[in-house]
Every structure is written in structure tokens, then in C-alpha cells.
């Protein structure tokens, strides 16, 4: 059977298609375009909107879950290491209170730090702590052998580009921590860990101390004297 050679369109050329070539795409376009206009006169959602739906709902109920979490902390079980209520009997309201006086005292305080942590999870942004906590870990290091492995573990989780746990540091200090890295020492994460620590204050800080976690924990050793 003698067979039309097809009509082709070399790559790259501004040739419109073929009257052929449209009839075909406008014919087996028209069924999917006609379903979906049908399934918006009848007041329907075609598949596509329903998945959407579907997706927007549970995103809904995931961000309400941890809404409601961030705000519930009665019993502290998830806060206060060890046993929570071994803890709230031995932290008095005065060393609650003292958490409010400086950044340091926060951090320096056992139930503090945990407070703490907890309330950047709500956030999530716990990975600043968590940077801090490795850095003042990493600057107890007294083996010459394990200094260069650790510091290059703390460098991929935290400082590298699109590390797991990325901190959030200017381009500079990330370059400068990058160079320390060729003869790494003990301070060789010092200005990132200062960077990460102000931030922390300055932002951070002051929003745990107005956030429920906080005030709940505060009332908690309050009722207890009372």
C-alpha cells in the first residue's frame, strides 16, 4: 500500500504545525477539557482537585496537630529530662524565674536547656542548639586523632551547603569555617557557634519566654509551693 510521507518539522524551526497536526491535538484535547467544564457545572471536583483536596486537608490536620501540641504542656513529659515529675519537684520557681535573666543562665540550667529545646522543636529550628551543644562538646576534644574526624562530622551536619541540619549563617562565616577546616583546631568553629548563639538570643530567646511552654512551666512550680 502506498503510504504519504508524514509531514516533519526540522528542531528548532518557527514553522507552524500542520492543519492535520492541530485537528488531531484540538480532537483528543476536547473529551478531557469537556469532563473537566462538566465536572464544574455539575458542582463536582475532577480527580486531579480531589487529590488536591484531599492533600490540603491533611495538611490542615497535621499543622493543627502540632498547633494544639505546641500549646499543651501540662505534665512536661515531653520537656523535662529524666522523670518530669522528679524534675518540677526539684526546680523551684526562683530558678524558673533566673531563666529569664540572661540567655547564658537559660542555657546553663539543666531543665532550662531542655525547656528550651522543646520549644525550638515547636519551631523547628532545634538544630541551632543542637550546633551550639556540638560545638561546646567539640571544644572539650583533647585527642589530637578525633579533633579532625569530629570537626568534619559537625561541618556536614550543620555547615555544609544543604546539610541535613543547616544552621543558619552568612555566606562569610560559612567560607571561613570551609578554610578552618583545611587544619582544623579547636576553635575552628567559634565564629559560626558566635553567629548561631546571637541569633538564638536575639530571636529565639525572647519568644520562649513569652511562649506557653514557659509560662505553664513557671505556673507549674508556682502551684506547687502554694
Not at 484540538?26 to 469537556?34: M, Q, Y
Not at 464544574?40 to 482537585?49: F, I, K, Q, S
Amino acid at each position: 500500500m502506498h503510504r504519504e510521507p508524514a509531514d516533519t518539522v526540522p528542531q528548532g524551526s518557527n514553522q507552524p504545525c500542520p492543519s492535520s497536526t492541530k485537528s488531531h491535538v484540538v480532537t483528543t484535547l476536547l473529551p478531557a477539557a469537556r469532563q473537566s467544564l462538566a465536572g464544574h457545572a455539575a458542582g463536582t471536583n475532577t480527580p486531579l482537585e480531589r487529590t488536591g483536596h484531599r492533600q490540603n486537608r491533611g495538611m490542615r490536620t497535621r499543622l493543627g496537630c502540632l498547633s494544639h501540641k505546641s500549646d499543651s504542656y501540662n505534665d512536661f513529659t515531653a520537656i523535662l529530662p529524666d522523670k518530669p515529675n522528679r524534675a518540677l519537684k526539684r526546680l523551684s520557681t526562683e530558678e524558673a524565674t533566673r531563666w529569664a535573666d540572661s540567655f547564658d543562665v537559660l542555657l546553663s540550667h539543666k531543665y532550662g536547656l531542655a525547656a528550651f529545646r522543646a520549644f525550638l522543636k515547636t519551631e523547628f529550628s532545634e538544630e541551632n542548639l543542637e550546633f551550639w551543644l556540638a560545638c561546646e562538646d567539640f571544644k572539650k576534644t583533647r585527642s589530637a586523632a578525633k579533633l579532625a574526624s569530629k570537626a568534619q562530622r559537625i561541618f556536614e551536619e550543620f555547615i555544609d551547603v544543604q546539610a541535613p541540619r543547616e544552621v543558619n549563617i552568612d555566606f562569610q562565616t560559612r567560607e571561613l569555617t570551609r578554610r578552618n577546616m583545611q587544619e582544623p583546631s579547636l576553635s575552628c568553629f567559634d565564629q559560626a557557634q558566635g553567629k548561631v548563639h546571637s541569633l538564638m538570643e536575639k530571636d529565639s530567646y525572647p519568644r520562649f519566654l513569652r511562649s506557653k511552654i514557659y509560662t505553664d512551666l513557671l505556673s507549674q512550680t508556682q502551684r506547687r509551693l502554694s
